[in-house]
């Protein structure tokens, strides 16, 4: 058995206009087979449909189908990139494009039921948004549930480092993500990989993904080039408020770094919540990243970075002792599966009752669901990262949250350069204002009505009151009961 | 974070009463957590729900729970084991025993998706069985899918080879099976391993199943030792029929080892079919074992045998180049997910309509499931290899299969010590008679009535039919197809 072929160009002969066609890759320029994706653009096949968590930026990447008029529908978790100059997916294409969005976890789940030959599934994800309408819905144990189809593909297209004649893959750092979700989905499944080793050399324990759902291996024909983009996030200076300054961005990470319990597991969503893996340095906080990492450290310079070692914001990122790496699948079996005691993420708006949204707005187009509304499921304790108010001064903490929801009635916890706040039975509780300024000034620039008790008016000293929260938060876990 | 505890006994001290328990292992001796058990047995507890594959056979296994009234309730894919001197669980426990048979794949499964926070699922596997009866049912591209449920638990109890003290596991060859999905499923999971490595040691490309799957580690005090059962299966001589002898056992074996293609992916069955294995040396057909090998060899004797290298029967292997290893959750998704071009399984009778029945009889009481129901669902093409009449001359090639249904309409060909049939759309049609025996004595031994097409009178050389059949066998991988 030997399924190396010579050219990527020869692995893809057979793809047709019209097949349905998943890629593997993550984020903005992670782990794409940019050699195979460059020679589907080649073939010049039409009324492509295309699977993939994100697009990428560039011409190796399947943003480049799109943007060539070759894709009439594409099932994605991003269709946009906010603060992107590159619009929403179907204002880029030259032709009609459907677009159907899909929540990240959930993406993978679907190609893997597909290839696990079982039928639909109940998933309790987004089940609370629009993302759910038109679609079957039951309660189990109180919970609502959505019923999902599975989705199986034409064709696959994975990167991995390296594949012995067998096709039997290994994968290195986060970069398989997708790669063995999208394989087994496949009925073609082909790799592009960094070098073959001969057969005998893969210990069986080390295998990725066993050969048997493998077709065709071609060598990458030029080294992966690591292009890491500036995180813009990093360099956002602190806001002024009433003529006064807030917390920086980094200061509102710092914060909420602060707050985070020793032994607990926490993903850190896109955005602001990214810079929070810059504060824990010597902390037993153990980060958890939807592209497959865990036990993640502080983020790195370009120039010392693995290029298979990023946050799921593809910033290069150390590896902690105890670190493991795995597919999307297993890092949303983890945060679906209750195993996480935070997760911390950005919003455009937080309701009084605990809804918010983060994924898209009116005026953005397109969507960014990335892996938030899988994330929100069981989330231990949800905690929201953000500025206090739009740029234009519009608050963000609202009586009812506007925009399209990410998850109802789940946040508990919301740090802003001004205030943090926590959500209990009363709605939303005022524990801390930021250096500078009053309860009422926080008041004033919040639409939804705040309770105020303060955590340092609460206990001797603010110290044990954080305590409280932490040891609320370490009993947040919230794992899938036995039924009696 | 240290997840390590001091002994077994401390780390179960907290199951209770009524508690819903998994253990990882397999078959009939390999890798349970034989110290957590012995453990669970010291405590005493009662109204146990244990979740398992199998019962295994000693002290050390889950065996000894029911033995001792311990067990309220068994979910398993084995609740008896043919030719066995134990018999049927609830035969053997001195207090009421509920017994929930569960094919092995979909155990593993259900598991799996409560640990994943997923809900219920339809599946395909034993749709058409008795143990569809009383589940929601429903059609989806023409076939029938039954809706399963999640199975959580509320502890897990597994074995792995080593861990760091984050809990992050490492397994060796076969030995994970259940583990991941007993670990994904249960609220507390305790491993019990060989050895504890310093943290930082593990590679995180390396690490079995990450940490935070795993609450509890346990160094095992002992050393294992591996005991390896004789197959009986090997000491079978051939049999009479009208004063002549047919093939013997391993005479089938071989007949069924010649009619399989290069290049295919195949799975051996418990028992006749075990023996397949022994005729394919140099051949390039890859075995899959569903206890999470894929490419193993020839059965070894004992003395040179890797504790952690076993076949679905309990037997040690060789392990080819190329071979892998993986999980019993990633084991049936090649299954179900079509990925095999042929199954080979024993058989108790088979009806001329494809319906066989290997999983109990009238007699037997209990039940050994094993992954017969899941293996037939995308079996590529399925081989029955049994042999011709039960010892008391009784045909085992029947009008209508009489038993309990493994699997309905699904058999390909029959290869038993006097025949090889084929099914079409006639119903059977005898291909090959053993040396010795005509058409007319095959017909005499069979109930079935068989329309005689020798492959030796189609085409100029049998060789060439045989071609033809394994030409057949190459096209039988039936992927999941993408809705148009």
């Avoid at 310079?301 to 693995?306: G, L, R, S, T």
């Amino acid at each position: 058995m030997d399924k190396v072929v010579g050219s990527a160009a020869e692995a893809v002969s057979d793809l047709a206009p019209g097949s349905v066609i998943g890629v593997g890759g993550f984020g903005i320029v992670h782990a794409f087979p940019v050699h195979l994706i460059g020679a589907v653009r080649e073939l010049g096949l039409t009324d492509l449909v295309i699977v993939t968590n994100s697009l990428g930026t560039d011409s190796g990447h399947p943003l480049s189908l799109v943007q060539q008029g070759q894709v009439r529908k594409l099932i994605a978790a991003f269709s946009a990139r906010p603060g992107s100059a590159i619009g929403p997916a179907d204002a880029i294409s030259p032709v009609p494009l459907e677009v159907e969005l899909v929540p990240q976890g959930l993406l993978a789940e679907r190609m893997r039921a597909a290839g696990a030959g079982l039928g639909p599934f109940f998933s309790p994800v987004a089940a609370d948004t629009v993302l759910a309408e038109g679609k079957e819905r039951r309660v189990f144990g109180g919970r609502d549930y959505i019923l999902e189809q599975p989705l199986p593909l034409d064709f696959g297209l994975i990167y991995a480092h390296a594949a012995d004649q067998a096709g039997n893959l290994v994968f290195r750092g986060a970069s398989q993500n997708f790669g063995p979700s999208v394989a087994k989905a496949a009925r073609v499944v082909i790799a592009e990989v960094d070098e073959i080793v001969e057969i005998g050399t893969l210990r069986p324990d080390d295998v990725g993904l066993p050969g048997i759902f493998v077709d065709r291996i071609v060598v990458s024909p030029a080294r992966r080039e690591a292009v890491w983009r500036k995180p813009r996030v990093d360099e956002q200076q602190p806001r002024e408020y009433l003529g006064r300054r807030g917390r920086s961005g980094r200061q509102i990470a710092e914060r909420v770094a602060a707050l985070l319990p020793e032994g607990s597991y926490v993903n850190l969503g896109v955005g602001l919540p990214t810079m929070v893996s810059d504060f824990l340095d010597g902390r037993d906080v153990t980060l958890h990243a939807e592209n497959g990492l865990l036990g993640y450290g502080t983020r790195l310079a370009p120039p010392d970075a693995d290029i298979d070692v990023f946050n799921a914001a593809s910033e290069p990122v150390t590896l902690r002792q105890g670190a493991s790496t795995f597919d999307t699948v297993e890092a949303f079996e983890m945060a679906r599966g209750g195993r996480l005691d935070a997760v911390i993420l950005g919003a455009y708006q937080v309701g009084a009752d605990g809804t918010f949204a983060n994924w898209t707005t009116p005026t953005l187009g397109g969507g960014a669901i990335g892996g938030a509304m899988d994330l929100v499921v069981r989330p231990g304790k949800l905690i929201i990262a953000m500025w206090h108010c739009e740029r234009s001064g519009q608050p963000k903490v609202v009586r009812q949250c506007a925009y399209p929801p990410t998850g109802t009635g789940c946040v508990n916890l919301i740090v802003t350069d001004l205030a943090v706040m926590e959500r209990d039975e009363r709605g939303l509780v005022l524990r801390e204002c930021s250096p500078g300024f009053s309860p009422a000034d926080i008041q004033q620039l919040t639409d939804a009505p705040l309770t105020v008790e303060l955590w340092a008016d609460m206990t001797d000293s603010s110290l044990s009151a954080i305590a409280d929260w932490r040891r609320t938060l370490a009993r947040g876990r919230v794992l899938p009961r036995p039924v009696p």
